[in-house]
């Protein structure tokens, strides 16, 4: 590792900078670094007190890893460090407390994410991977149409087949936009196996059933009347028909409710089964994102590349996200830049498979973001979470970064 005295201040801004506590934790980075096609000669000792010296000196690198393993009290570090960072600053903490309360502090103002040591290089490499990610979409800001404050998110998610989790990820999604102050409903699209109300061990009625044989009552009162409610601020709308009994919906049916939902809604999160797509594509009319769930298998390589095409024609506007699901380190298929090449899109989030935290979910009838917080599973699907709002302009997307709340304080 280099001292950070060592090295002049760029003229031009930095793309990376990292400032560790120790060598093994420099030693992890430097090959993931330099993989990702970033200046490993910017891997500083000094942890978060020598990123705070050579920043106030420096223009402001803008990724930065900055280590927490030696702070007395990482909160006032943090704060210290928004001090000298720009706005957009793009930040990845390392640490030993394995807090709860810091994760979720850290995490709710904005920083990308926490990895508690010792550090698991495939983790390392994921959440690395993620927050470039996250700083294209947000550097791509000035091409797109930006979306106004407070507008409403519609969020279709599919599995590109059976078991890779679609539905946990749907409602896991749901959970957290309601968590964070936002109206928000999950619609159930499969008729007869739903499982969304299940995960919050809760029946969902007959709700979606009768929207559908009725479509033209579908308002606020009925839909007040049809959804079941897990937390304040999240509703469902689904069913448990009888295998076979309903009849297929009217022309229009779906568009009719999905527009009824997001006019009573802030933000919508359908579950599609895959099955359901060819049929029901003008459910994907009014989606502002659609979210692809795959694993890295061949077979889910050549559904994902039928798919998206299938999306790009039928909704070309709405911003793809590719999420690989229950992922083991070593033990896929496919390589997960082999992948990426085949579909010939980025895996915008790697979801690790965690047994344990999904059976501690399943326990305490909740979704695993609530139930077991910390996990890197829980982790992996806040940084989803995030990517909805990264094409937001104005105040809700960059006065929300984490140097804006941290200010706040």
């Not at 939902?261 to 933000?267: A, E, F, I, P, V």
Request: with cysteine; charged share 25%.
């Amino acid at each position: 590792m280099q001292k950070a005295g060592n090295k002049k201040a760029a003229l031009d801004r930095e793309q990376f900078g990292a400032w560790v506590c120790d060598d093994l934790t420099g030693k992890l980075l430097a090959p993931i670094a330099g993989e990702q096609g970033l200046a490993v000669d910017m891997i500083f000792g000094g942890g978060i007190a020598g990123a705070v010296r050579a920043l106030g000196a420096m223009p402001v690198p803008e990724f930065l890893i900055v280590d927490l393993s030696e702070s007395v009290d990482p909160r006032a570090d943090m704060q210290a460090l928004a001090e000298v960072c720009q706005q957009e600053t793009m930040v990845l903490a390392l640490g030993t407390l394995n807090d709860v309360t810091l994760y979720r502090d850290l995490i709710g103002a904005g920083v990308h994410d926490y990895l508690v040591k010792p550090l698991d290089p495939a983790q390392l490499r994921e959440s690395v991977v993620s927050a470039l990610n996250a700083l294209a979409v947000a550097e791509e800001e000035p091409a797109q149409a930006q979306k106004a404050p407070g507008d409403k998110h519609q969020i279709v998610v599919i599995g590109v087949r059976g078991g890779l989790g679609a539905s946990t990820i749907a409602a896991n999604l749901a959970w957290d936009r309601a968590q964070g102050g936002e109206q928000t409903v999950l619609l159930d699209m499969d008729l007869y196996f739903g499982v969304s109300a299940l995960l919050f061990d809760l029946e969902p009625g007959r709700g979606l059933a009768d929207a559908l044989e009725n479509p033209s009552r579908v308002d606020g009162l009925f839909l007040e009347r049809a959804v079941v409610k897990p937390i304040d601020r999240l509703s469902i709308l689904g069913t448990e028909a009888p295998v076979g009994s309903l009849r297929e919906p009217d022309a229009g049916a779906l568009d009719h409710l999905v527009k009824a939902l997001s006019d009573n809604y802030n933000t919508v999160v359908v579950d599609l089964p895959r099955g359901a797509l060819a049929d029901h594509s003008d459910i994907l009319n009014s989606a502002t994102d659609i979210v692809l769930v795959t694993d890295f298998s061949l077979r889910s390589a050549r559904d994902c590349i039928r798919l998206m095409s299938h999306i790009k024609s039928v909704k070309p506007d709405a911003t793809l996200h590719v999420v690989a699901s229950m992922t083991v380190p070593g033990q896929n298929e496919v390589e997960d830049k082999d992948f990426e090449a085949s579909i010939e899109a980025s895996v915008a989030v790697s979801i690790p498979l965690d047994a344990k935290s999904l059976l501690m979910a399943s326990r305490k009838g909740t979704v695993i973001m609530d139930a077991v917080p910390g996990s890197k599973m829980s982790q992996a699907l806040a940084a989803l979470s995030r990517r909805f709002d990264a094409g937001t302009s104005g105040d809700k997307a960059k006065k929300a970064s984490w140097i804006g709340k941290l200010l706040k304080r």
